[in-house]
């Protein structure tokens, strides 16, 4: 309780201790009242405490043993009774056997409470069941659909040889029940309305294998017939035709309706009808196996907004939250643009869930929007340690606040800015980077930030060299429209090579070397994106587009005198099944002018490794010196061609084939034949809480005298945006 004698009476901090003394879970109810005193206030806390646990008793169980059981039941005795936490324990039980093939084990609960010593007695009864694993599902009837594609519909599965991974073997009651919902789903989809699963047969050919057969009865196939629109006056009906999915002739399908539905009460939403209802109306013709649909449409009046309320927030500042927002007091309540806001501020991180509804006002179509909030923890620290296929072995910290707010210490936190410190030290590398970003500089829609940072990678196991880098930026970035942003950067940096040991007296490579011993950059960069992914994540459909320009040196000073142009093109497409192809192609080119009679090493490119030709090691992609070892290039191109399948929930198969090339002439892609490194392999995408991890294994198809031609792995964790 935060209530205490000799602090004010706050009644906002006695419903807070009402909610920790329930948080508790020791009491069935509870209340606290006050009297008035002379010089103050009398607090009286009444509580009705709950049972305690006197014995958990696991009984039926003959195939697994109590001891085994007990490990998944969480109620002990001792515990205040909490009859979720019971059910939870026999929900685990019941989970625990059909891992182990029981699917139709049965577990119910019983609680014995004595009221007047304050104990009771939980009792968990098990009727176990067959053991038995699926071994084929099977459909009669099917004629519409190959078999194989509706068992790719089913989590229900037979047993195969990743059963300890993806669970398939297992019956699950529930589970199939929702799967037969989504089999006829999938059929009225496609417009086979009447379809329905006539019978289901359980057999067994043998001990511990059942064989499930599905019995549908698939109907006929309805079309679109006619189609009508009524109550119509603001829109013309080829107006709102044009955004229907279901023509005249159609294959019927009543998701499609349900989205043609809201798509009416969009259009109607975007000039602030919001309370406009649309009604459709289903017309079967059985004899010609169409169905005619009627949209009845009554539009309501056009309302504006009064005022936008904002609750829930207690670290966020009002203003954060309202810079998110596409309406405003005095606009048109426009329901597109405030389910747009709606998703802004759940892109934002900051809140478990959000919520936007109008409210009534005294006024005539007038309302308010309320916005309420419920707010997550956005502070992280993250340390540990790992491996990198470019790393080796690897130990870092980071902390890092999403919701940082500069002006408020010693919490820090309610202003929307960016705040990242991280320091990772490597058996090749040491990196330390300090971040900051304001998204909303000056009120206005323009990210202001600044990096911080220092590098450090080790060469020596090649005996040529170890590269220090230490700078900042400062950075820009406006959003020119939903999908193009720009942003400019202004960096500057020192590079510098120590513990050279380079075993050659090539004039060539001794000035390369020693040329960039300690060289500082100054420069100004320029990103142009274009971004229409439906997710940064797992991107299943939509592209990405990325021209950087750079210029260094020259008026900006520096001792690093170069020009670089790059173009970088990924490209998403969703496929039957949740297959996803994607296509990721770059190219860039850089040269040296005035007083740089080189492109410094740090400059130059490289490519191999698991961002662009898999199963080629890091950076051995280009030119090489006498001893094999990469010295970069001017000009460099790849492209990644990769189709990735799910295997399980967070988990997705992957197969590719990469190819690029590096040439050390400016511009020169007249003979990149030549030069050309390729390859294919497969790999695995692990979506787990740190970020996404990839883990792929190529094989070269094409490569120089300087590259093995055997496959290698590439480990990589983290995703770009």
Known sequence: ???????????????????????????????????????GVKVIVIVQPKPLVKEVIIQGNQEVSTKRLRKEVKTKPGDPLNELQISTDAEKIKDYYLSKGYGRAQVTYRIDVNEEFGRAVVSFNIVEGPKEFVSEVGFEG?????????????????????????????????QFQEDL?????????HGYIDMTVRDVRFEHPEKGKLVIVISVSEGTQYHVGKLRIEGNRLYSEPEIRKYLKLKEGAVFSPQALEDDTKAIRDLYGLKGYIDADVKPERVPVAEHGTIDLVYHISEGSQIYVDKVIVQGNTKTKDKVIRRELAVGPGDVYNSVSVDASKKRLENLGYFERVDISPEETNIPNRRNVVVTVSEKRTGNVTFGVGFSSVES????????????????????????QKFRLRLQLGLLTKNVILSFTEPWFLNRRLAVGFDLFADEFDYSGFNIYNERRIGGDIRLAKALSPFWTI??????QVYELFHINFPFHDPFYLNLLNANKSLSESSVLLNLTYDTRDSLLIPR??????????????????????????????????????????????????NHYGASAFVPLFDRYFLGGPRTVRGFDYNMVGPKDPLGFSIGGSTMAFSQFELTFPIISRVRGAVFTDWGFVDAGFGRYDHFLPDLNGSAGIGVRLYLPIGPLRLDYGWPIKADRFNRTSGRFAFDVGYAF
């Open 393 to 416: 072995f690897l130990g870092f910290v980071e902390l890092s606040q999403g919701n940082f707010d500069i002006t408020n210490p010693p919490y820090f936190t309610g202003a929307g």
């Open 181 to 189: 919902a989504k089999l006829k789903e999938y059929y009225q989809n």
């Open 1 to 39: 309780m935060r209530t205490t004698v000799g602090q004010p009476y706050n009644p906002a901090t006695v419903e807070e201790d009402v909610r920790n003394l329930y948080a508790t879970g020791r009491f069935v109810n509870l209340r606290i009242s006050h009297e008035p005193l002379a010089d």
């Open 541 to 590: 459909r939509g592209e990405k587009i990325n021209i950087l320009l750079q210029g260094a040196g020259g008026p900006l000073l520096g001792q690093t005198n170069i020009y670089r142009a790059e173009l970088d093109w990924q490209k998403y497409v969703l496929l039957p099944y949740d297959l996803i192809f994607s296509v990721n192609g770059a190219t860039g080119v850089i």
């Open 142 to 174: 099917v004629h519409a659909f190959p078999e194989k594609e509706l068992r790719k519909l089913l989590k229900t599965r037979k047993k195969n040889l990743l059963s300890f991974i993806n669970k398939s073997g297992l019956f699950k009651e529930d």
């Open 487 to 492: 942003a400019p950067m202004y960096r500057y």
